[in-house]
């Protein structure tokens, strides 16, 4: 698991779920802090590009020491990625993540979803992954992360991945798999029905809704209803974060969500 980080403690949201990543099998968690060089452009008069390195530099050796401790405390591997690169967040991490499984990044919560942690940055990732992002919110009470996983479904080879993930955690956790397909027509209810007995089979306790209406509100309500701990969705991965399967549906959820969206990104192969 790869965890960027820009020192601020929304940031380290992720570290309260340490022991849910356990559970789940995560056994290195990457820390990637990236000295921001994009954000100077905006900045008038003469920067002295080296000494603003040196000086974030010494800011991360004393923070980050402490946040290995805190991995390594609950049995997991940690790496503090250096040399600490400078340049362009979206860019190191998209490279780091080359390495990992997935990313999960901390968020502060906020009402506009370009207000996510690292600004455009989370955004950026969003778009240019190939690997699945974890979106924590920074003001979310969540007592354990996979106690109840909704995932939105629409049968795209995306949801079909974003389900395979959560079947995974499930198995691991033992807890509950919650599917919602938002369809104004019945045409999949079969189709579904079908899948949530497949799904049964393998020991897993699964739950269908078909639900209608405008697909962000429906998940939402749903998890709310069902008191969800975390939501599972795809990602095209292409174009803007708009272009997200379920059009602007996962913008929204990813906005709204008083709880984790992991976004299941497209892969190398497509």
């Given at each position: 698991?790869l965890l960027?980080?820009?020192?601020?403690?929304?940031?380290?949201k992720?570290?309260?779920?340490?022991?849910?990543?356990?559970?789940?099998?995560v056994?290195?968690i990457?820390?990637?802090?990236?000295?921001?060089?994009?954000?100077?452009?905006?900045?008038?008069?003469?920067?002295?590009?080296?000494?603003?390195?040196d000086?974030m530099?010494?800011k991360?050796?004393?923070v980050?020491?402490?946040?290995?401790?805190?991995i390594?405390?609950?049995?997991?591997?940690?790496?503090?990625?250096?040399p600490?690169?400078?340049?362009?967040?979206?860019?190191?991490?998209?490279k780091a993540?080359?390495?990992?499984?997935?990313?999960?990044?901390?968020?502060?919560?906020?009402?506009?979803?370009?207000?996510i942690?690292l600004?455009s940055?989370?955004e950026?990732?969003l778009?240019?992954?190939?690997?699945?992002?974890y979106?924590?919110?920074?003001?979310?009470?969540?007592?354990?992360l996979?106690d109840?996983v909704?995932?939105?479904?629409?049968?795209?080879?995306?949801?079909?991945?974003?389900?395979?993930y959560?079947?995974?955690?499930?198995?691991?956790?033992?807890?509950?798999l919650?599917?919602?397909?938002?369809?104004?027509?019945g045409?999949?209810?079969?189709?579904?029905?079908?899948?949530?007995?497949v799904?049964?089979a393998?020991g897993?306790?699964?739950?269908?809704?078909?639900?209608?209406g405008?697909?962000?509100?429906?998940?939402?309500?749903?998890r709310e209803?069902?008191?969800?701990?975390?939501?599972?969705?795809?990602?095209?991965?292409?174009?803007?974060?708009?272009?997200?399967?379920?059009g602007?549906?996962?913008?929204?959820?990813?906005?709204?969500s008083?709880v984790?969206?992991?976004?299941?990104k497209?892969?190398?192969?497509?």
């Amino acid at each position: 698991m790869l965890l960027p980080t820009d020192l601020s403690e929304n940031s380290f949201k992720v570290l309260e779920y340490l022991g849910d990543f356990k559970k789940v099998g995560v056994e290195e968690i990457g820390v990637l802090f990236v000295i921001n060089l994009t954000k100077l452009s905006t900045v008038s008069g003469g920067i002295d590009i080296d000494h603003y390195i040196d000086e974030m530099s010494e800011k991360a050796e004393e923070v980050l020491p402490e946040v290995a401790q805190k991995i390594e405390a609950a049995g997991i591997k940690a790496e503090v990625i250096k040399p600490f690169p400078a340049g362009d967040p979206v860019v190191e991490i998209i490279k780091a993540s080359e390495n990992y499984s997935f990313i999960a990044m901390g968020s502060r919560g906020a009402s506009k979803f370009k207000k996510i942690l690292l600004g455009s940055v989370s955004e950026g990732v969003l778009h240019d992954s190939k690997v699945p992002v974890y979106i924590f919110k920074h003001d979310m009470v969540v007592n354990s992360l996979f106690d109840r996983v909704l995932v939105a479904y629409d049968f795209s080879k995306w949801a079909d991945r974003a389900l395979e993930y959560a079947k995974f955690v499930v198995k691991k956790t033992g807890g509950e798999l919650h599917i919602i397909h938002v369809s104004e027509d019945g045409d999949k209810t079969a189709d579904l029905r079908v899948m949530e007995e497949v799904i049964g089979a393998e020991g897993i306790e699964v739950h269908v809704h078909i639900e209608s209406g405008t697909p962000h509100k429906a998940i939402l309500a749903k998890r709310e209803e069902i008191n969800a701990t975390t939501i599972f969705m795809g990602s095209r991965g292409a174009g803007s974060v708009m272009t997200m399967i379920l059009g602007s549906t996962s913008e929204s959820v990813i906005r709204r969500s008083p709880v984790p969206v992991f976004v299941c990104k497209r892969g190398d192969d497509e």
